[in-house]
């Protein structure tokens, strides 16, 4: 299984990609954890990231698919893996589509969580209140909000256009929005069986 999980900040991704990537026996790969933790170490792939993190704004391309490119060429990824946060940009969905070319393999789906804004920047300031995540102030949420906005959303459009589209709504407890995405997953998958049948 080769999913992604897309939706803004807040929607949730975190939460259910560790859930439907253990479903599916695959590892969850979220690049703002990967960067988090690179920060985190003081690497020197956190040092490059954190100004851009710290204030909203995507980390440039480069940066980002060079280490997702690395990451995905670790063997536990062979088998299949659940992308949260990962691609944001033109040319991050680009780059993916060359290394899974590359690799001979497809992706099955893309899962799209969506919660209103309200709701999003309620759900991130209590976050922040628990976790104090550097970008978790409420002028860098708004930020992080209007960056999705602006350079992710307009994706989710590429990926209807190629059949791999699951919208979910994100809202509910956890367990009701992972039924959600498992039936989405099912459905989508039932489909696709139904019109490649001969
Ligand atoms: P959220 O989606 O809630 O903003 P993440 O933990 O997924 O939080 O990402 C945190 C930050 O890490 C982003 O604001 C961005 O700076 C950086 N980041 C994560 N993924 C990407 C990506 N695919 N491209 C560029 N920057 C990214």
């Not at 804004?117 to 970008?135: C, F, I, N, T």
């Amino acid at each position: 299984m080769r999913l992604l999980l897309m939706g803004p900040p807040g929607a949730g991704k975190g939460t259910q990609a560790a859930v439907i990537a253990e479903r599916f026996a695959v590892p969850a790969i979220s690049t703002g954890d990967i960067f988090r933790a690179n920060v985190a170490q003081r690497t020197a792939l956190g040092v490059s990231a954190q100004e851009y993190m710290n204030a909203g704004e995507y980390v440039p391309d480069e940066i980002t698919n060079a280490m997702v490119a690395d990451r995905l060429a670790a063997g536990d990824c062979d088998g299949g893996f659940l992308l949260d946060g990962y691609p944001r940009t033109p040319q991050q969905v680009a780059e993916l589509d060359a290394i899974l070319e590359i690799s001979g393999v497809a992706l099955d789906a893309v899962v799209l969580l969506e919660a209103d804004p309200d709701e999003l920047v309620s759900r991130l300031l209590a976050r922040s209140r628990e976790q104090g995540r550097a970008d978790d102030t409420e002028a860098v949420i708004r930020r992080r909000l209007e960056v999705y906005a602006a350079e992710t959303g307009p994706l989710a459009a590429g990926y209807a256009a190629r059949a791999l589209l699951a919208t979910v709504d994100g809202l509910g407890a956890v367990d009701e929005v992972t039924e959600r995405i498992l039936g989405a997953l099912t459905s989508m998958s039932a489909q696709r069986t139904a019109t490649s049948a001969p």
